[in-house]
Nanobody, 128 residues
């Protein structure tokens, strides 16, 4: 699967952004999708994930209640709505695909090395 992330930008603290992850090349609804982020000098950090059905989601603690992951399988796209952004959310955000053809309710792995494909990142910068 080929993934392309978009929607990043510069926003003030308290603002919002919506990231998109568009997939092509395969049956999108057989993949759980995760969002990760990487700040300068740090490793990939899990942000959120969603099952192929879209019914199950999982969030990292610091974004829970502020970020919402969703998907539109008809458009082969996963979204990450980010509200109440903080300067510590500044990072390059990546989407990744976790192949799960037999379990539509599997919400995706927590660890980045479990994902099969990655998109290029999109920069999110939150100013204070």
């Amino acid at each position: 699967v080929q993934l392309q992330a978009s929607g990043g930008g510069l926003v003030q603290a308290g603002g919002s952004l919506r990231l998109s992850c568009a997939a092509s090349g395969v049956t999108f609804d057989r993949y759980a999708i995760g969002w990760f982020r990487q700040a300068p000098g740090k490793e990939h950090e899990f942000v959120a994930s969603i099952s192929s059905s879209g019914r199950n989601t999982f969030y990292e603690g610091s974004v829970k209640g502020r970020f919402t992951i969703s998907r539109d399988n008809a458009k082969n796209t996963v979204y990450l709505q980010m509200n109440s952004l903080k300067p510590e959310d500044t990072a390059v955000y990546y989407c990744a695909a976790d192949y799960a053809p037999t379990n539509a309710e599997y919400s995706g792995a927590y660890y980045s090395n479990m994902y099969d494909s990655w998109g290029q990142g999109t920069q999110v910068t939150v100013s204070s």
